[in-house]
């Protein structure tokens, strides 16, 4: 797994975090880079400014020969305390013009007389760098692969030079004060990261918490319609809150246009079903018509024998059952009728009730129509009928079905609800079709009727199931009145 | 404006008795000062007392608890001075400028000849009114048995008019029939004896002579100082640095100091300064104490 292939989760704190850590660094780098740089030139300016103090006495001590005011003062910078003082001095030396020690802090090292090229490599080196002239200028001298740095003072008067006072420091004297400033600067810097990892690391698993809830979900898409994202998760207005936004409109569009899809296959499979079974009908009625013709006319003999009588009654039997049945496919809505009134829902009621009764349900209506729907009564009230029975079918004893019938803008509403067997939502989906039954008797054409009456009178049916309820709505378009 | 005028008036001509009793009463004080004033002329000038390198003379703490004592003691103000080279005491003595002096050997002898002082008091050391020269090397040198050895070498003098550490060295070279002057290849003055012992102990000079007393004094108060040098020969006995007093000084002040110096013994803070200042007492000065040097200043002048 490549680095950038790693869960936001984990990048964006880890990117954060590096950045914080980077950016702690950069600064306090620069910061004892310019510390560091800072305390390397206080060393050579203080030496130079103790050089120049020192010189003008010096100069009165080798005029007057004075060793010993010349020892007390070069071996007095030396013993200053390195915490009372920016400066500390190894050693201080005073040549003459001949570079023969004058004298020295340290006699024992540098004693007096001694010629300055003899105490060792450094000091030859330094030696040859003393300018011979009377030049009065104060030099800082470093010499590769020395760990000391050399301040050359002129003890020179009128531009008359007497000799030459050798400050010899530590080049690294500073570096105790630069490792306390290093310290401190160090603490800081992990004073900030304690305070702003932690901060970084809930920030950035804040943001790609929505981020990663929202990649999973999209990832369900293409099984199922996955759940909708809690919008309290990420309740901001940037970007990521408006993805969430339009992820859960997305959501919604996505599942109308399902079920609008859904709507449109079964009405499509449905109006197939209806042209097929209205062809069929029409082709059987036509024969049939014929036959039961025919034997109306043989009955009329009145020379058939009993037995043969019996075989007419036997077939005019079947050929009417085949005939109902046939009709009952064959919805036929362009039935003239008058207009449904208010009175025709309390017959329907009147009728439905020995039906109820005999299972102990209730029934509760609310019919809001005070006064006639321009809708042929006949077919509303065998609509009503075949879903209150159908209700009274599916209930168990001592339901509950409720019954609301309202006319408002131009539509007239039906709603039956009942409790009790709910079918599932692949019995759903084929709940309309012809001979589909979920009782043990019945032909199972009640719903596929009702669903054609609806169809033909312009309106929609729809049901639909909430927790253990099963709602039956219907929408019939009432004709405008002239 | 009368409202103003009228109570002036009132005032004026009420202070009027009480004016002639404020005068009085000035009149009182300026007879008081003027009488003040007459007894301020009346009283003495401190007595100023020069102090050396003879002694270890920058102990100030005990100097100032001397100087204490020496003021109840005198009931006058005692002044101190300190001064680093003998030749600045001198001076001061010669004009008149000290009362009396604690000073080294040569410069009584010089002060005395010259009529500028009298010998006061010698002290007493280690019961003795006695001291010496040291010759004195860094430590780390365990070869030197002698002054001679150090031919060529760098040699540290504490001052010019002092006779351990100036005089005795070169009368030494002298009699061995060196020249004193060219015998040593680098020599300076450190203007002290304690500062001969720095000197040595430093390494800046290979040698030095300096005052018995100081050195053991020295080593009695910084022994990390003398442990650093080593103590090579000793001189001949010399009378003990004295106290001067200068002749231009009474002799009833002299009497009276002589016998405060000398009397230090008797009480108990005078005990206790004369332990800190290492000495065992005072006894009045003989001048036949002091004739070995003189022998020596005759045989090299003034310098």
């Known amino acids: 797994m490549r680095l950038f292939d790693l869960s936001f989760r984990v990048k964006l704190p880890l990117l954060g975090a590096v950045l914080i850590i980077v950016s702690a660094l950069g600064v306090s780098s620069t910061l004892m880079i310019a510390a560091y740089g800072a305390l390397r030139e206080d060393l050579r300016l203080n030496s130079k400014v103790l050089g120049q103090a020192l010189a003008p006495s010096l100069l009165q001590d080798m005029l007057h020969d004075d060793t010993w005011h010349a020892f007390e003062t070069v071996s007095a910078s030396t013993r200053i305390t390195p915490d009372a003082s920016p400066l500390k001095a190894k050693t201080l030396l005073v040549v003459d013009r001949a570079l023969n020690v004058f004298v020295s802090s340290h006699p024992k090292v540098a004693p007096v007389l001694v010629p300055l090229q003899s105490l060792g490599s450094e000091y030859a080196a330094l030696a040859d760098r003393i300018p011979a002239g009377n030049d009065t200028e104060t030099r800082a001298i470093e010499l590769p692969d020395s760990s000391h740095l050399y301040i050359l003072t002129p003890i020179a008067d009128d531009h008359v030079r007497f000799g030459t006072l050798i400050i010899v420091v530590d080049k690294n004297f500073f570096l105790p004060r630069f490792y306390t400033i290093a310290w401190y600067g160090l603490l800081a810097g992990l004073l900030v990261l304690t305070l702003l990892l932690p901060i970084n690391w809930y920030w950035g698993r804040r943001m790609a918490l929505p981020l990663t809830q929202l990649t999973e979900r999209m990832g369900e898409i293409s099984q199922r319609l996955p759940a909708s994202l809690d919008p309290e998760i990420y309740n901001y207005g940037d970007e990521l809150g408006r993805l969430f936004n339009v992820y859960n409109q997305m959501l919604v569009e996505l599942k109308t246009k399902t079920e609008l899809e859904n709507q449109i296959i079964q009405s499509e499979r449905l109006a197939a079903l209806g042209q097929l079974a209205a062809g069929i009908a029409h082709e059987i009625n036509n024969p049939l018509g014929g036959m039961l013709t025919a034997i109306d006319t043989l009955k009329c003999h009145t020379d058939i024998d009993p037995q043969t009588k019996k075989a007419i009654d036997l077939i005019e039997r079947g050929l009417t059952q085949i005939k109902d049945t046939v009709g009952a496919l064959l919805v036929e809505a362009r039935l003239k009728s008058r207009n449904l009134a208010p009175q025709d829902i309390d017959d329907v009621m009147t009728l439905v009730m020995p039906q109820a009764h005999k299972k102990t349900l209730r029934i509760t209506t609310r019919n809001e129509l005070r006064a006639e729907v321009r809708l042929p009564a006949t077919l509303v009230r065998q609509i009503l009928i075949n879903l209150l029975l159908n209700a009274v079918e599916a209930s168990l004893a001592q339901g509950i079905i409720t019954c609301t019938i309202e006319a408002r803008e131009g539509f007239l509403y039906l709603l039956v609800t009942n409790n009790g067997r709910i079918p599932s939502s692949e019995q759903l989906s084929r709940l309309f079709d012809p001979f589909f039954s979920q009782k043990d008797n019945g032909h199972g054409l009640g719903l596929w009727v009702t669903y054609q009456i609806v169809n033909q009178l312009g309106g929609k049916i729809t049901a639909t199931k909430e927790g253990n309820q099963m709602h039956f709505s219907v929408e019939i378009p009432v004709e405008a009145s002239q | ?303």
């Open chain 2, 1 to 303: 404006m009368s409202g103003i005028s009228l109570p002036v008036g009132n005032i004026s001509s009420a202070t009027g008795w009480k004016s002639t009793l404020f005068l009085n009463f000035c009149v009182t004080l300026l007879i008081q000062f003027s009488s003040w004033a007459v007894f301020a002329e009346q009283t003495e000038p401190p007595i100023r007392f020069g102090v050396t390198p003879a002694i270890v003379h920058d102990q100030y703490g005990v100097l100032d608890d001397w100087r204490v004592y020496l003021e109840r003691k005198l009931q006058r103000k005692v002044e101190f001075v300190s001064r680093d080279s003998y030749r600045d005491t001198i001076d001061l003595l010669k004009q008149k400028k000290l009362d009396f002096a604690w000073v080294s050997t040569y410069p009584y002898v010089y002060l005395t000849q010259q009529g500028y002082a009298r010998l006061l008091v010698t002290p007493l050391y280690r019961g003795r009114p006695y001291y010496s020269a040291y010759l004195i090397v860094p430590a780390s040198d365990t070869q030197t048995t002698s002054l001679l050895q150090l031919e060529g070498k760098v040699f540290a003098f504490a001052d010019l008019y002092s006779n351990t550490g100036y005089l005795v060295p070169r009368h030494f070279l002298r009699s061995a029939g060196k020249d004193e002057n060219h015998f040593f290849r680098k020599t300076f003055f450190t203007w002290s004896h304690r500062k001969v012992v720095m000197a040595v102990a430093e390494g800046l000079a290979d040698g030095g002579s300096i005052d018995s007393f100081v050195w053991d004094t020295l080593s009695v108060i910084h022994p990390e100082l003398t442990s650093q040098t080593r103590i090579v020969s000793k001189s001949e006995e010399y009378g003990f640095p004295p106290i001067v007093a200068n002749t231009a000084v009474s002799k009833r002040d002299s009497i009276v100091m002589r016998d405060a110096l000398m009397d230090m013994g008797k009480d108990l803070d005078g005990i206790s300064l004369l332990k800190k200042l290492n000495i065992d007492g005072f006894i009045p000065g003989n001048p036949k104490l002091y004739e070995n040097v003189v022998k020596l200043q005759r045989t090299f002048g003034e310098p």
